[in-house]
């Protein structure tokens, strides 16, 4: 662990982890074996870390992904069953109108 990071509660690092300087890994983390996490990244709460961070940048959820695209995605989740419903119905009209 590099200098001026900050590990939250519950951050969990397995054998060989390579965290870089003034990272942030905010609470209940896990980071997967031999994974570099570059200087100045941020893994957001509850996060699966399972390959290298880039210095820098931002990652959220499991596994993770770039904070930004999780947002996106968490913004819609609860609206994923009836947008699939919606979508199901619209090719079902397009086949019948073969």
């Known amino acids: 662990v590099g ?3 900050a590990l939250a509660a519950q951050v969990g690092l397995s054998g060989g982890v390579k965290v870089g300087n003034q990272v942030l890994l905010v609470g209940q983390v896990g980071i997967a074996n031999q994974v570099k996490v ?3 990244a941020i893994v957001t709460a509850k996060s699966g870390i399972h390959k290298d961070v880039e210095p820098g940048s931002i990652v959220s959820g ?3 992904i770039s904070n ?8 819609i989740y609860n609206r994923l069953p ?3 419903k919606i979508l199901k119905q619209l090719e079902r009209n397009f086949k019948d109108k073969k």
């Open 3 to 5: 200098q001026n990071c």
């Open 68 to 75: 930004k695209l999780w947002l996106k995605i968490s913004a």
């Open 38 to 40: 570059g200087d100045g």
């Open 62 to 64: 499991y596994p993770a």
């Open 82 to 84: 009836e947008m699939y």
